[in-house]
Every structure is written in C-alpha cells, then in structure tokens.
C-alpha cells in the first residue's frame, strides 16, 4: 500500500513568507507526527497528533509554527514570517496508534529553502 | 543538551565484515531504544528496537545490545552489504512520551 507521502518536496521561501507543508499519512494510521531535520543533525520533535487533536505540541519552537488534521487525516504544517533558520527538511511519520514502541512509517520529507 | 549522542559521524567497513554502530544516551527515563536507517532523499525507516527491560534483540543479520549502566547501545550488522550503506540513527523514546529523540546519525559506507 502507499507510504506516507509529503509535499511539496521542495519549497523555495522568502524570510517574511507564510508557507504551509503537506502530510498525507498512510491510511487508517491514527498518529501522526512531525520532526524537522537540519544539515548534519538527527531529526528533531515538533509536534504529534492522535486522531484530529494535537496530543504534544512541546517541540513547535515558537507560535510561528501551528499544524492542523482537522479530520484526523491530512495534516498541514504552518510556517508564518518565515526565517532563514526555519531551513531545513520537515519529516512527517504516522504510527497505526499512539503506543510506546509502535514504528513510526516515515515520508521522504519536505526541503525547505528560507531565502 | 544532547540525550542521544552518536559519536561517530562515519564508519567505513569491508564488505562481509561486522558494523558495529555506537549510541550513548544520558537520560535514563528511556523506556525504548529504535534504530532508523536513512538513504539520501527518502525519509528514515525503522531497522530494529529494544526496550530497557531487555540487553539484547536479534533480527536478521542485525542485532542491538544496551548496556544499561553505561548508558549505552550498539547496533550490530553482519555480515555487511552494500545495500547496508546509509546514515544510522539511533532514538530514545520515554515511557507515555511519543516523541523520538535523536542522535545525530552515523554514515555508514561498506567497501566491495
């Protein structure tokens, strides 16, 4: 079946812009989750969802940053007044739950180019 | 403050020999230990987990061992092929906390 799926898969911005990125997790996974991965460094924690709700919103790191999944589906994630630090790949994973241990399925992630 | 360390940023190995990757982590709240495998491009996939309870999980050519009191874990891989060359996270998760908490990767590159 499809995996989980992210786009665009690049975004060129403007510091000052609003960019809005794209996760469609793999269907029927409750969970979803968003890191963000800069150059030469692991994955860092954003955000997770369980169902419409964000469960954990304590790695969004300013309220510049706010995602929705307003069907517990799809789920956008919202950059505004972008800043040249905010460079960087956006990953999004789903997990069938929220379980300790569950895999968490990976998309290919979203380039983000702060200009 | 780095909870998940990965001290290594390469590591090249013969073709048919063991990888061994290292991970040292400095909080013991950790409940899981995961281990990703990452081509350029794609997004991270899981490889292998173990819990805290345990010392030792096997699957495959690949196994992890955590050594509790040094705070630290390895992944194991042998013997190696090509299709092993890619960048190795390791990621902590803590009990009820879903968040995966991330070393900085190691690169690994298996020579023909």
């Known amino acids: 079946g499809a995996g989980v799926s992210q786009t665009p898969s690049n975004k060129v911005t403007e510091k000052g812009k609003y960019v809005e990125l794209r996760c469609d997790p793999i269907?029927?996974?409750?969970?979803l989750y968003w890191y963000r991965q800069s150059l030469g460094q692991g994955p860092e924690f954003l955000i997770y969802?369980?169902?419409?709700?964000?469960?954990?919103d304590s790695g969004l790191p300013n309220d510049r940053f706010f995602a929705v999944r307003p069907e517990g589906s799809v789920s956008t994630l919202k950059i505004q007044r972008t800043e040249r630090g905010d460079s960087a790949v956006y990953l999004c994973?789903?997990?069938?739950?929220?379980?300790?241990?569950?895999?968490?399925?990976f998309g290919p992630g979203t380039r983000l180019t702060v200009l | 403050d780095q909870q998940v360390k990965q001290n290594s940023p390469s590591l090249s190995v013969q073709e048919g020999r063991i990888s061994i990757l290292n991970c040292d982590y400095t909080n013991s709240m950790f409940d899981y230990f995961l281990w990703y495998k990452k081509y350029p491009a794609e997004g991270p996939t899981f490889l292998i987990s173990?819990?805290?309870i345990k010392d030792k999980n096997e699957d495959g050519r690949f196994t992890v061992f955590l050594n509790k009191s040094a705070k630290h874990l390895s992944l194991h891989i042998v013997p190696s092929q090509p299709g092993d060359s890619a960048v190795y996270f390791c990621?902590?998760?803590?009990?009820?906390?879903?968040?995966?908490?991330w070393g900085a990767g190691t690169k690994l590159i298996i020579k023909p």
């Open positions: 990621a902590g998760l803590m009990d009820s906390n879903y968040q995966l908490i």
């Open positions: 173990i819990s805290s």
């Open positions: 969802f369980q169902g419409t709700g964000a469960a954990d």
């Open positions: 994973a789903s997990s069938p739950q929220l379980a300790e241990g569950d895999e968490q399925f």
């Open positions: 269907s029927g996974h409750t969970a």
